[in-house]
């Protein structure tokens, strides 16, 4: 039986196996899901990997990125691997919630499973205080992306191996977080867990087909109690098939169905959602953005790991660069990404329909940005930014009216307002107003665990929401067009 060697950051073992199999499948069966954002087409290059012996030959995708691709690679005999993992920071930061009438038990957990990343919050019940929180990257990302990816998948019958692979991190993030603070996995009463429409689809296993074709009419939007893990969990409401359960937490979080100001909050991800607060009435929405925010689909994007290039500024007119825990770049993250957009519209260097002179615009050592990497940022920016425009214009009112910009999410917990601004990607005159919520998913969640009466809130919020689709929205065409302008026209105006 042939074997395969692997070397994992500073750990070595072996594994023997039948067949010719993919590497990326042999690595899954291990436990090992490198990011595959092109769904392992072979065209982002974001599974490269280190891989020698009786392997079959490079393939054209191969040749192309100039390294083996684990997605590409078939493994034929005895090889062997060497395998640094992308372990990026998760975002567990956020309000701190107000002990209610907690939900059952003495202790519980708050779960926001994202597309890209699984966070946990472990709490006292009784008094109300934050024991252990635990993060990991969502492995479902080496099947696809995005939430569309993922739905094609489940499809295709990968619907048990990816309800599996968020199952499994769940369960070691509650263990890790009970040995953390020296109670047993048996002591926990109630989690509350929350998610797009998609994620909590694939975690309970229901078929996502509904969610794959027009008119995109979810048969369960959750609001609900269940069993995971052997313990009592609470879904909240999701507010439509891509408005999910993770912005009803987010405005629950943020209070501002409890103001009587006009607020938006952005969500921006690969799959971002807005939502519009103005006399008591909710309005929302979401768009696909698409990965480029989270570094997937950039030539040297990368999560939030030591090395990743999270800063970009100009000095005297000269590109600077800062990177996370000041290494060696290694690529750039969402917020370096939006920051050197901005830095090189400043220079000149990309102009205001996003054209590029250059094959390359460095950033630091072997990272740069390409042509390609602009039009990725464009599409992705211009999404958000129609988003927002079309939401303000049904509502009546100005981006000058709007007095709160709230901003969730991972990637908003690092970006600079001033760039996101210079970009288009939210108004500018929004970009002294922002209040960043850090992962207001999970804080929401956790509020719903200290306090089950918030349920009704969310019930209420979710129930009384008004969907605007964009899809085949005439007015949400007319404004990604001019959105896609990096700094001529001001759509927010």
Same mark, same amino acid.
């Given at each position: 039986?042939? @074997?395969?060697?692997?070397?994992?950051?500073?750990?070595?073992?072996? @594994?023997?196996?039948?067949?010719?199999?993919?590497?990326?499948?042999?690595?899954?069966?291990?436990?090992?899901?490198?990011?595959?954002?092109?769904?392992?087409?072979?065209?982002?290059?974001?599974?490269?990997?280190?891989?020698?012996?009786?392997?079959?030959?490079?393939?054209?995708?191969?040749?192309?990125?100039?390294?083996?691709?684990?997605?590409?690679?078939?493994?034929?005999?005895?090889?062997?691997?060497?395998?640094?993992?992308?372990?990026?920071?998760?975002?567990?930061?956020?309000?701190?919630?107000?002990?209610?009438?907690?939900?059952?038990?003495?202790?519980?957990?708050?779960?926001?499973?994202?597309?890209?990343?699984?966070?946990?919050?472990?709490?006292?019940?009784?008094?109300?205080?934050?024991?252990?929180?635990?993060?990991?990257?969502?492995?479902?990302?080496?099947?696809?992306?995005?939430?569309?990816?993922?739905?094609?998948?489940?499809?295709?019958?990968?619907?048990?191996?990816?309800?599996?692979?968020?199952?499994?991190?769940?369960?070691?993030?509650?263990?890790?977080?009970?040995?953390?603070?020296?109670?047993?996995?048996?002591?926990?009463?109630?989690?509350?867990?929350?998610?797009?429409?998609?994620?909590?689809?694939?975690?309970?296993?229901?078929?996502?087909?509904?969610?794959?074709?027009?008119?995109?009419?979810?048969?369960?939007?959750?609001?609900?109690?269940?069993?995971?893990?052997?313990?009592?969990?609470?879904?909240?409401?999701?507010?439509?098939?891509?408005?999910?359960?993770?912005?009803?937490?987010?405005?629950?979080?943020?209070?501002?169905?409890?103001?009587?100001?006009?607020?938006?909050?952005?969500?921006?991800?690969?799959?971002?959602?807005?939502?519009?607060?103005?006399?008591?009435?909710?309005?929302?929405?979401?768009?696909?953005?698409?990965?480029?925010?989270?570094?997937?689909?950039?030539?040297?994007?990368?999560?939030?790991?030591?090395?990743?290039?999270?800063?970009?500024?100009?000095?005297?007119?000269?590109?600077?660069?800062?990177?996370?825990?000041?290494?060696?770049?290694?690529?750039?993250?969402?917020?370096?990404?939006?920051?050197?957009?901005?830095?090189?519209?400043?220079?000149?260097?990309?102009?205001?329909?996003?054209?590029?002179?250059?094959?390359?615009?460095?950033?630091?050592?072997?990272?740069?940005?390409?042509?390609?990497?602009?039009?990725?940022?464009?599409?992705?920016?211009?999404?958000?930014?129609?988003?927002?425009?079309?939401?303000?214009?049904?509502?009546?009112?100005?981006?000058?009216?709007?007095?709160?910009?709230? @901003?969730?999410?991972?990637?908003?917990?690092?970006?600079?307002?001033?760039?996101?601004?210079?970009?288009?990607?939210?108004?500018?005159?929004?970009?002294?107003?922002?209040?960043?919520?850090?992962?207001?998913?999970?804080?929401?969640?956790?509020?719903?665990?200290?306090?089950?009466?918030?349920?009704?809130?969310?019930?209420?919020?979710?129930?009384?929401?008004?969907?605007?689709?964009?899809?085949?929205?005439?007015?949400?065409?007319?404004?990604?067009?001019?959105?896609?302008?990096?700094?001529?026209?001001?759509?927010?105006?």
């Amino acid at each position: 039986m042939p @074997i395969l060697k692997l070397w994992q950051n500073s750990q070595y073992r072996e @594994i023997s196996f039948t067949g010719t199999p993919v590497l990326a499948a042999l690595l899954q069966q291990q436990g090992i899901h490198a990011p595959h954002p092109c769904g392992g087409r072979g065209f982002c290059g974001k599974c490269a990997i280190r891989a020698e012996g009786a392997l079959s030959d490079l393939t054209a995708a191969e040749e192309r990125a100039g390294t083996r691709l684990s997605c590409q690679t078939v493994v034929l005999g005895d090889a062997a691997v060497w395998i640094r993992e992308d372990a990026g920071t998760v975002e567990t930061a956020g309000n701190v919630p107000v002990l209610g009438t907690a939900m059952a038990g003495h202790f519980g957990a708050a779960v926001d499973i994202g597309t890209t990343t699984i966070a946990l919050k472990l709490y006292d019940l009784t008094t109300g205080t934050l024991l252990a929180e635990e993060g990991a990257m969502n492995p479902q990302r080496s099947v696809a992306a995005d939430v569309m990816g993922r739905i094609g998948a489940a499809m295709d019958g990968k619907l048990p191996a990816l309800q599996d692979m968020v199952t499994e991190v769940v369960r070691t993030l509650l263990c890790n977080a009970c040995l953390a603070a020296h109670i047993t996995r048996e002591q926990i009463g109630s989690l509350v867990v929350t998610g797009n429409t998609t994620m909590l689809y694939l975690l309970t296993g229901r078929d996502p087909a509904c969610l794959s074709a027009a008119p995109f009419r979810a048969d369960c939007l959750f609001g609900r109690e269940d069993i995971l893990l052997e313990t009592p969990v609470y879904y909240p409401p999701c507010m439509n098939a891509f408005v999910g359960a993770d912005i009803t937490c987010a405005v629950l979080d943020s209070g501002m169905h409890r103001k009587e100001e006009t607020s938006l909050l952005c969500d921006i991800g690969t799959n971002g959602e807005i939502a519009l607060w103005k006399n008591g009435s909710l309005y929302v929405t979401s768009t696909a953005a698409g990965p480029a925010f989270e570094g997937a689909g950039i030539s040297c994007g990368c999560s939030s790991i030591p090395g990743a290039i999270d800063r970009v500024w100009l000095d005297q007119g000269k590109i600077s660069v800062h990177t996370i825990g000041e290494q060696s770049a290694v690529g750039v993250c969402g917020s370096g990404l939006v920051d050197a957009i901005a830095a090189f519209l400043e220079t000149g260097d990309i102009d205001e329909t996003g054209a590029v002179e250059e094959d390359t615009l460095p950033l630091a050592d072997s990272v740069a940005l390409i042509p390609a990497d602009v039009r990725a940022v464009q599409l992705a920016k211009g999404a958000i930014a129609a988003g927002i425009r079309t939401l303000l214009e049904l509502a009546g009112i100005s981006a000058e009216e709007v007095e709160r910009l709230y @901003i969730a999410g991972g990637f908003g917990s690092h970006l600079n307002p001033d760039s996101a601004a210079d970009i288009g990607l939210i108004p500018h005159q929004l970009k002294d107003r922002v209040v960043v919520l850090g992962n207001s998913a999970l804080s929401g969640a956790a509020r719903l665990l200290l306090d089950r009466k918030l349920a009704e809130d969310a019930e209420k919020l979710a129930q009384n929401a008004v969907h605007v689709a964009l899809s085949g929205n005439s007015r949400f065409n007319r404004h990604f067009m001019n959105a896609m302008l990096f700094g001529e026209d001001d759509i927010f105006e």
